[in-house]
């Protein structure tokens, strides 16, 4: 069975950082896109950012200069570094992952909440 699952959320000050990890099983993900997105309440799903399966890189606006995501394919995991928090990027933070001929093969994880407040 293909899981992903994230960890690393939690509650942090206005400034502060948090590194969110996503470890994946029953695959590998070599072959994949690996993805992060977040959902707020009352908002839409978006993305915060993606790295392909060569090691490019794409960001959402709101998180560009902030966050860094990464992936080591030894350990079936990618990551998220999160810098210079704001309060708005409260949300339900969701691992995606994607590959990169089969569009069929796509997983999510079950997400994990970060909090910004002081």
């Known amino acids: 069975q293909e899981l992903l699952v994230e960890s690393g959320g939690g509650l942090v000050q206005p400034g502060g950082s948090l590194r969110l990890s996503c470890a994946a099983s029953?695959?590998?993900?070599?072959?994949?896109?690996m993805g992060w997105y977040r959902q707020a309440p009352g908002k839409e799903r978006e993305l915060v950012a993606v790295?392909?399966?060569?090691?490019?890189?794409v960001y959402g606006d709101s998180v560009k200069g902030r966050f860094t995501v990464s992936r080591e394919n030894a350990k079936n995991t990618v990551y998220l570094q999160m810098n210079s928090l704001k309060p708005e990027d409260t949300a339900v933070y969701y691992c995606n992952a994607l590959h990169r001929t089969l569009p069929q093969r796509v997983y999510w994880g079950q997400g994990t909440q970060v909090t910004v407040s002081s």
């Open positions: 790295i392909s399966s060569g090691g490019d890189t």
């Open positions: 029953g695959f590998i993900i070599n072959w994949y896109a």
